[in-house]
Each structure stands twice: as structure tokens, then as C-alpha cells.
């Protein structure tokens, strides 16, 4: 099922894509290209994981990490499907990143790794965009490069009951209709079960909270007037469009 919420007419909607269209509450079918997008959920904690793959690790010029190398995605920095990112005057070099998205449907605290599964809501799309002119190496990555406003898209649709395996998903990125990233993610360095026992060893996580699971190869600068199109298999195609900040 692809849950999502979206606004037409002023009104707020909570219903499911099906066969082309959204469905409402009441059944009504609405034209995916006539709303007003939004976020599918409300997310609670959004945590990130850097250098999941090991090709991205190794075209970064960067070791693997030897244990998940976590940080935060602000919540202000959330934007839904068809948002515009506004890229940071001043800022030289911005990319995409697409990555599977885990949504946590009950508490977790000291789970295994082989139970962790049992404890997933669904999963989405999220863009981990980066002004990588901000990335240090004495902290990385820095929230000024990763929590920008705008810099977290995520969606469209929370898909609840359709992934049998997260470890059996294509990643593609698109930039202006050009194939620009493609990975899968049986290759990432800690699959979605291990992240989930990693963090929640030391770290309740709660119904929302949301694990952005890294990126694979493929990174590059993206400029005002790009549109972005992520596709991650089974979960649909978050796009967004890039405008200069004011």
C-alpha cells in the first residue's frame, strides 16, 4: 500500500495511490499532477547514515567507517515530492544523494538485528542533498552541509507491506532526465536489520522516526533550474526542482 497526504482545495487529504491516481478518504480519485504535495507522514527523529556504501566511501577518497558514522537530519530541512530545494547563494558545489528510507512503526530499544525487521512501518524515498563546499574533514559530515532548509526531500508515498526485502532494491538518480547515480542495496556496509540494532542499542527509536540508510557511487553538482528525479524500486519516483534562495 503507498499511503501519502496531499492538499486539494484547501484541504488536507490522507489516502493511497493506486493505478495512476490518488484515492481520499472518501474514495475520490484526485489527478497526482492537480495537488499540492505533502510530506506522507509526520516524521519524528530523522538520522542519516554516512558512507553506507562502500563505493561512495571509496569515490569520496574516504575510508569505510568502522561502525555506522550517524548524524541528524534537522526536521526543517524535510521537503515532499514536487517541493523546490533552494540552493544556498554563495555555495559552489551541491549534490543528490538517493537512499532508502526506513520508517520505525514501534518502539525499539536493545532490538536484534534479527528481529529489527519486525519493527518497520514501511519505506520511502529520501534525497540526503549536501552543499559539499561545508564538508570538513575534521567533523564530518557537518549539519551546516547536510541540514540546510530544503535539503531533505522525502516521499512520496510511505509503501507499508510491498518490500520484501530491503536489501533487494534498485537506487537510481536522475538530473534533468539523465541517469546520474544507480546502485542497489544488497551492497550497503551495514544492512537496514544491523543499522536498526546499532542504533537502537543506545537509542530508543520511536512510530516515525525515520533512518536515512546512505547512498551508493554516483554523486554530481547540481545547479538553479535542475530538476531532480529519485527512484528507489517498488517505492515510486520523488522528484524536485532547484531554484536559487532569494
Known amino acids: 500500500m503507498k499511503l501519502c497526504r ?3 482545495r484547501g484541504r488536507l487529504h490522507r ?3 493506486r493505478e495512476g491516481l490518488l484515492l481520499d478518504e472518501a474514495g475520490e480519485a484526485h489527478d497526482p499532477e492537480a ?4 510530506l506522507p507522514f509526520e516524521p519524528g527523529k530523522v538520522l542519516g547514515v554516512a558512507l ?3 563505493d561512495h566511501a571509496e569515490e569520496l577518497g574516504l575510508s569505510r567507517p568502522e561502525e555506522p558514522a550517524l548524524f541528524w537530519k534537522p526536521n526543517t530541512s524535510l521537503l515532499p515530492h514536487k517541493g523546490v530545494v533552494r540552493y544556498p547563494k554563495g555555495v559552489e558545489f551541491v549534490h543528490y544523494e ?9 518502539p525499539m530499544r536493545r532490538v536484534k538485528a534479527k528481529e529489527a525487521l519486525d519493527y518497520v512501518l514501511g519505506y520511502t524515498i529520501a ?19 547536510k541540514g540546510r532548509d530544503t535539503f531533505g526531500p522525502l516521499g512520496p ?3 507499508v507491506g510491498e518490500v520484501e526485502d530491503p536489501q533487494n532494491l534498485t537506487l537510481r538518480a536522475y538530473v534533468n532526465g539523465e541517469l546520474r547515480q544507480e546502485g542497489h542495496t544488497s551492497r550497503m556496509l551495514y544492512s537496514v536489520a544491523e543499522l536498526l540494532e546499532y542504533i537502537s542499542e543506545f537509542m530508543t527509536l520511536e512510530p516515525y522516526d525515520v533512518i ?3 547512498t551508493p557511487k554516483g554523486i554530481s553538482r547540481v545547479l538553479p533550474g535542475d530538476v531532480m528525479r529519485l527512484e528507489v524500486q517498488g517505492l515510486g519516483a520523488l522528484e524536485n526542482p532547484i531554484e536559487e534562495e532569494a
Do not use: C, S
Open 6 to 8: 496531499f492538499l486539494h
Open 157 to 159: 508515498f510511505l509503501v
Open 35 to 38: 495537488v499540492t504535495w505533502l
Open 52 to 54: 553506507n556504501y562502500p
Open 98 to 106: 538517493v537512499e532508502l528510507a526506513v520508517v520505525v512503526g514501534r
Open 15 to 17: 489516502g493511497v495511490f
Open 212 to 214: 536515512l540508510t546512505g
Open 127 to 145: 534525497n540526503d542533498l549536501v552543499a559539499r563546499d561545508h564538508v570538513k574533514n575534521t567533523f564530518r559530515p557537518p549539519i551546516r552541509a
